[in-house]
């Protein structure tokens, strides 16, 4: 057996910091302390890892998590055994057995899905537990308030069933200013005169930082917790993740020559060059790279700032480091392309993205180590 280190098979390694993540959740429920902070963790908390970012998380107090999909729900699951976790995307058909198995609570957003649950309860002889989505804007999951009206009145359904909570969906809270969050408090308002008594839960990561009126009985914060902007225009929590990507080889490329595929960049001076291996295949997005006059993201080595020269590729990324001492840019050395100074948010803008698509897009060839833990 060949012993080798994981180190020298990657390309490119990432470092979660979940003592940072867990600091973001404290943040957050300190911003709404009428209120249980919950952790939203889809999409493998957000690219951060699930098996390790929901037992951190469980162990600084998080009593409920969200995640998008039952197949989620069971990794969550798996690594928190106490907590209470719900589904936001429903009650897939043939799911509710594995749900139950596992006290993974759907989160039922049309009267389809609660007729569904309503009847495995009666046919199960008990009551089953759900919580209810109701839409106030955002028209994308959730019953309209006039359903929720005609379920009350004409339907037993909820008498099956042990509703959790009600809760709605901010469309526009990253922009504080925006006038459908208004709109969207007085119908949150309405729905709660309609449920008296029921917990409710309205605020994702903007809605927590927008004031009391929006927080309700259970926040639902999740891009915050990651070091993602919540308000546009402010400045996020701490940033989660470093990145570092190894450097394969440093050559000469003279004035006027192009990097990389389609040409489409010419450096202007007698340049070192870093080849890096890092690409899009990682999650690094090729339109942050630098092409057809566009500058595009910036790296880290030495301490010193290098401009992305011409397209990422899939696999590797050319890097401006004429600056950099060759004491720092060596074959073997590590630049880092994100850490607290170069937020996911940055690569977002030269992507043209959110920080949201960086994170959850973080690939899977990485290195990864959890830090804090
Ligand atoms: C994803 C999601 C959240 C978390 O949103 P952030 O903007 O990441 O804080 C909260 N609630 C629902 C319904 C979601 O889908």
Redesign the pocket.
């Known amino acids: 057996m060949i012993e080798v280190t994981a180190e020298a098979l990657a390309g490119a390694r990432l470092t979660i910091h979940v003592d940072r993540i867990v600091a973001n959740w404290r943040a957050c429920q300190a911003a709404a302390p009428s209120a249980e902070a919950a952790a939203?963790v889809?999409a493998d908390a957000?690219g951060t890892g699930i098996a390790t970012t929901v037992p951190a998380l469980a162990a600084a107090g998080v009593k409920t998590f969200?995640v998008?999909l039952p197949s989620e729900g069971l990794a969550a699951r798996a690594v928190t055994p106490d907590t209470e976790i719900f589904i936001?995307n429903g009650l897939f058909e043939g799911a509710g057995p594995v749900l139950d198995a596992h006290r993974l609570i759907p989160?039922l957003g049309s009267i389809g899905e609660i007729e569904a649950r309503a009847r495995a309860a009666r046919t199960q002889g008990r009551r089953l537990k759900a919580a209810l989505?109701i839409d106030t804007g955002m028209n994308r999951?959730g019953l309209t308030l006039v359903e929720a009206e005609r379920l009350l009145s004409e339907t037993d359904h909820l008498g099956a069933l042990d509703l959790c909570f009600v809760?709605s969906?901010l469309a526009a809270a990253?922009q504080p200013g925006h006038p459908l969050n208004a709109r969207q408090a007085a119908a949150f308002g309405a729905i709660r005169r309609l449920f008296p008594g029921l917990k409710t839960s309205f605020a994702?990561?903007?809605g927590?930082f927008l004031g009391p009126e929006f927080h309700g009985d259970l926040i639902?914060?999740?891009?915050?917790?990651y070091g993602?902007v919540?308000h546009a225009g402010h400045p996020p929590l701490q940033s989660v993740v470093t990145l570092e990507a190894r450097i394969i080889q440093v050559r000469d490329v003279p004035a006027g020559e192009t990097v990389g595929y389609g040409g489409a960049q010419a450096v202007t001076r007698d340049s070192r060059v870093a080849i890096v291996a890092l690409g899009y295949a990682d999650g690094y997005h090729r339109r942050a790279g630098s092409a057809d006059g566009a500058r595009g993201a910036r790296a880290r080595l030495g301490g010193i700032e290098c401009p992305i020269l011409g397209r990422v590729s899939m696999d590797l990324i050319a890097l401006d480091v004429t600056d950099v001492p060759e004491s720092a840019a060596h074959a073997g050395a590590f630049a880092r392309f994100l850490d607290e100074t170069i937020t996911v948010d940055e690569i977002a803008g030269h992507a043209e993205t959110i920080g949201?698509e960086i994170l959850t897009g973080l690939g899977r060839r990485y290195q990864r180590t959890v830090s804090g833990a």
């Open positions: 939203v889809k957000y969200f998008a936001l989160v989505h999951l809760m969906h990253d994702n990561s903007a927590t639902r914060p999740g891009i915050a917790l993602g919540y949201y």
